[in-house]
């Protein structure tokens, strides 16, 4: 890695360059929404095929297991590539 020195000119394309990976990091990270939600549907869905469909009350009860471990995840790992996103730019 090259040494960057105040007041060059390349220090501008550096940033710029920093910049713009932390943007595309970003928004990759909203699309991450979506992916969450459609796990969370496919879960359920396969576990009301899974489970008795008489028994509404134990589903509910996976399903929000289901969620909250789905959210727990997601939410980690959000966490995670942002840290990772401004550990690089630092």
Known sequence: MAIRRRGFPEDAIFREIERTELNMTIRTLRFQPFI???FC???????????????RLKIFWYGALTVAVALAVFVKEYERRLLQAFNERW
């Open 36 to 38: 969450f939600i459609l």
């Open 41 to 55: 549907a496919v879960l359920t869905i396969g576990m009301q095929r899974w489970f008795d469909r008489n028994n």
